[in-house]
């Protein structure tokens, strides 16, 4: 699919998700490597590098929503708890959507991810050499957790 048709469809979910539902939630995962790197994943649908993650679905838990979202974008199986980092709201995408980030220590790898149609690449890097396009909320999120500084609201 042509890159700017994946934008448009991507718009299209966002608009339809604000019509539909009265607030929007997801979640994020900060998957922490014991050697010090960060699994993060670039979307054939939008721009940048993020930490893993998406929707909630109706009868979902936020437990649930994190197991499947590492599953599918990344090939991650949880070993262990995640823990809640915090949940933000991101009004980059809409005044209704929020983000609940958990730090993911304890998981396995299942098998390197292969691009599909909604993830063009999944890899992890170091903490102190992110991509360039690594997205500013992205960068805020793992300073946190990283450095145990305040999370802001704001995604």
Same mark, same amino acid.
């Given at each position: 699919?042509?890159?700017?048709?994946?934008?448009?469809?991507?718009?299209? =979910?966002?608009?339809?998700?604000? =019509?539909?539902?009265?607030?929007?939630?997801?979640?994020?995962?900060?998957? $922490?490597?014991?050697?010090?790197?960060?699994? =993060?994943?670039?979307?054939?649908?939008?721009?940048?590098?993020?930490?893993?993650?998406?929707?909630? !679905?109706?009868?979902?838990? =936020?437990?649930?929503? $994190?197991?499947?979202?590492?599953?599918? &974008?990344?090939?991650?199986?949880?070993?262990?708890?995640?823990?809640?980092?915090?949940?933000?709201?991101? +009004?980059?995408?809409?005044?209704?959507?929020?983000?609940?980030?958990?730090?993911? +220590?304890?998981?396995?790898?299942?098998?390197?991810?292969?691009?599909? +149609?909604?993830?063009?690449?999944?890899?992890?890097?170091?903490?102190?050499?992110?991509? !360039?396009?690594?997205?500013?909320?992205?960068?805020?999120?793992?300073? &946190?957790?990283?450095?145990?500084?305040?999370?802001?609201?704001?995604?």
């Amino acid at each position: 699919m042509p890159r700017g048709l994946r934008r448009l469809a991507g718009r299209g =979910l966002h608009l339809y998700f604000r =019509l539909s539902r009265g607030m929007t939630l997801g979640v994020r995962a900060a998957v $922490l490597g014991e050697d010090g790197a960060v699994l =993060l994943v670039r979307h054939t649908y939008t721009p940048g590098w993020h930490m893993p993650g998406g929707g909630v !679905e109706p009868n979902e838990t =936020l437990a649930d929503a $994190l197991t499947k979202e590492l599953r599918e &974008e990344a090939n991650i199986a949880l070993s262990g708890p995640a823990t809640l980092h915090g949940v933000f709201l991101n +009004r980059h995408v809409s005044v209704r959507d929020h983000v609940a980030v958990f730090v993911v +220590r304890a998981f396995t790898q299942l098998a390197p991810k292969q691009p599909d +149609r909604e993830i063009a690449e999944a890899r992890f890097f170091p903490l102190a050499a992110l991509p !360039e396009r690594t997205t500013p909320g992205t960068r805020r999120r793992l300073t &946190e957790i990283i450095d145990g500084t305040a999370p802001t609201q704001d995604w």
